[in-house]
């Protein structure tokens, strides 16, 4: 059973940067679609990017084209999401989720593995 656990959230200022981390342990992450989300006090998650099995180009929500950089290390078993310029609209919790189809998509409902969550903060 492929298990998933974020790291690298935490406080930034207004044009700052963070790399988040989502590592996996249990299967090959590379067998999975995988997705980072982020959910706003009191909203539904949305998506901010994924990659589907095989690699390729991320697809990624038009909030964080351009600002956001998703991608995988297969040899670490690992997927990361490099976030540049960020502003308080990106302060959020974020989620990586793993889609065990392996087809990609916004929907939630259609990643059936979650990580716990690591927060961001966008403060000042």
């Known amino acids: 059973q492929l298990q998933l656990v974020e790291s690298g959230g935490g406080l930034v200022p207004p044009g700052g940067s963070l790399t988040l981390s989502c590592a996996a342990s249990?299967?090959?992450?590379?067998?999975?679609?995988i997705g980072w989300f982020r959910q706003f006090p009191g909203k539904d998650r949305e998506g901010v990017s994924y990659i589907s099995t095989g690699g390729g180009t991320p697809t990624y929500a038009d909030s964080t084209w351009g600002r956001f950089t998703m991608y995988r290390d297969n040899a670490s078993n690992a997927v990361y999401l490099q976030m540049n310029r960020l502003t308080s609209e990106d302060t959020a919790t974020y989620f990586c989720a793993a889609d065990s189809s392996g087809r990609g998509s916004w929907r939630v409902a259609d990643y059936d593995i979650w990580g716990q969550g690591t927060q961001v903060t966008v403060f000042g």
């Open positions: 249990g299967l090959a992450m590379d067998y999975y679609c």
